[in-house]
């Protein structure tokens, strides 16, 4: 059984930094994609950060989060970590972690976590 649990959330002043973790299980999941995405409330779910499977671990970013956010994965934990520095207010919302159908995020998402909360005070 495919299962994605998101831990690292919290509660951080504008500014900080934390380090979301998706542990992955049920399958060998250094072959595929694997993303994150975030929902605030009252909105939609959106991309924030892609990791390609396989050797070469293309990275891909939301324009909100370039240079602030790091994707990377531990190959020995069978994790994907979100490293998330110079947090703000907006980047309040619930983080999803994805695992993908194939190799690139472009196949879609197969997998998703039941998320975790980040909160970012002003």
């Known amino acids: 059984q495919v299962q994605l649990v998101e831990s690292g959330g919290g509660l951080v002043q504008t500014g900080g930094s934390l380090r979301l973790s998706c542990a992955a299980s049920?399958?060998?999941?250094?072959?595929?994609?694997m993303g994150w995405f975030r929902q605030a409330p009252g909105k939609e779910r959106e991309f924030v950060a892609s990791i390609n499977g396989g050797s070469g671990g293309g990275t891909d970013y939301s324009d909100s989060v370039k240079d602030r956010f790091t994707i990377s994965r531990n190959y020995y934990r069978n994790t994907v970590d979100l490293q998330m520095n110079s947090l703000k207010p907006e980047d309040s919302a619930t983080y999803y972690c994805?695992?993908?159908?194939?190799?690139?995020?472009?196949?879609?998402?197969?997998?998703w976590g039941k998320g975790t909360l980040v909160t970012v005070t002003s």
């Open positions: 049920g399958r060998t999941f250094s072959t595929y994609a």
């Open positions: 994805a695992a993908g159908v194939g190799r690139s995020p472009a196949y879609g998402w197969a997998y």
